[in-house]
């Protein structure tokens, strides 16, 4: 099964800092990625799929690259409705789809 | 709009049996293939299985195969998930979720509490 390292698990931040978490395959996914934000007792969203490609409605200070094995979300410059847990997630495995751990963006 | 409304969750016994249900509406549910996700308290996200958009094609998590069975019907536009032999670890907030790959549409889950 393709596993997926987030890295860090957790970082503390403030409003207008640039954020940069990373998820790491453990074998070539392509772009098969995608990456979901979660706020407390609510369902994911997702932000970014195919690795870049940013959803409909989600504001452009998030950003998604990468490819292969090595993979980066970037939030450009924080806001406050950004602090919330952020999950990556592989589809190239049709099979068994996988989440990364989870990155917690906490307020500095 | 895309609704997704799950339900079924309760408080069951070690070695019982639950099934949950999803019910989908505005969209055409038989052209997706549907998930289920789970989250323990307090932990990340785990997928559990996956139907394809006729369900003739099913996938499971190893954490659930061979216990868990995923089904729906297209006529209901409702999706299912039979748990059976529960276990503690079974205990967990249940989405289901729309869409190949990257699930676009969650629900907002049912909780599911697997304790003697």
């Known amino acids: 099964a393709i596993q997926l390292t987030q890295s860090p698990s957790s970082l503390s931040a403030s409003v207008g800092d640039r954020v940069t978490i990373t998820c790491r395959a453990s074998q070539d996914i392509r772009s098969a990625l995608a990456w979901y934000q979660q706020k407390p007792g609510k369902a994911p969203n997702l932000l970014i799929s195919d690795a870049s490609s940013l959803e409909r409605g989600v504001p452009s200070r998030f950003s998604g690259s990468g490819s292969g094995t090595d993979f980066t979300l970037t939030i450009s410059s924080l806001q406050p409705e950004d602090f919330a847990t952020y999950y990556c997630?592989?589809?190239?495995?049709?099979?068994?789809?996988?989440f990364g751990g989870g990155t917690k963006v906490e307020s500095k | 709009e895309v609704q997704l409304v799950e339900s079924g969750g309760v408080v069951v016994q070690p070695g019982g049996s639950l099934r949950l249900s999803c019910a989908a509406s505005?969209?055409?549910?038989?052209?997706?293939?549907m998930h289920w996700v789970r989250q323990a308290p307090g932990k990340g996200l785990e997928w559990v299985s996956l139907i394809s958009w006729d369900g003739g094609s099913t996938e499971y998590a190893d954490s659930v195969k061979g216990r868990f069975t995923i089904s729906r019907d297209n006529t209901k536009n409702c999706l299912y998930l039979q748990m059976n032999s529960l276990r503690n670890e079974d205990t967990a907030l249940y989405f289901c979720?729309?869409?190949?790959?990257?699930?676009?549409?969650w629900g907002q889950g049912t909780l599911v509490t697997v304790s003697s």
């Open positions: 979720a729309k869409g190949v790959g990257a699930p676009h549409h």
């Open positions: 505005g969209f055409t549910f038989d052209e997706y293939t």
């Open positions: 997630q592989q589809f190239h495995s049709y099979e068994e789809l996988t």
